[in-house]
């Protein structure tokens, strides 16, 4: 049974930093594409950052280019998602997903596997 938890989120003013993590088990994950998407009240879920577990190629939204990076750790089946220069357009629910299909897609839909979000909340 594949299970991502989430964690890291909390209250930061604008210009600050966050670090999410997913932790991921349940499988080998070797094969997988892990994402990060967001969704703010009122909104649609978006994808904000994916990267294969194999190779490590990423893929970023252009809102989070230059301020966000992502990484994985195989030891501890976890993928991270730093966030630096955070505004308050930032504040939302962020979710880790995983897609068996390995494609890094920005497409919610492509991702088989959801954590159970954490909140960002990013202040002026």
């Known amino acids: 049974q594949v299970q991502l938890v989430e964690s890291g989120g909390g209250l930061v003013q604008a210009g600050g930093s966050l670090r999410l993590s997913c932790a991921a088990s349940g499988r080998t994950f070797s094969g997988y594409a892990m994402g990060w998407f967001r969704q703010a009240p009122g909104k649609e879920r978006e994808f904000v950052a994916g990267i294969r577990w194999s190779g490590g190629s990423t893929r970023f939204a252009e809102f989070v280019k230059g301020r966000f990076s992502i990484s994985r750790d195989y030891a501890k089946n976890t993928v991270f998602l730093q966030m630096n220069s955070l505004k308050p357009e930032d504040t939302a629910v962020y979710y880790c997903?995983?897609?068996?299909?390995?494609?890094?897609?920005?497409?919610?839909?492509?991702?088989?596997?959801w954590g159970q979000g954490t909140q960002v909340t990013v202040s002026s």
């Open positions: 997903a995983a897609a068996e299909g390995g494609t890094v897609s920005s497409w919610f839909l492509d991702y088989d596997y």
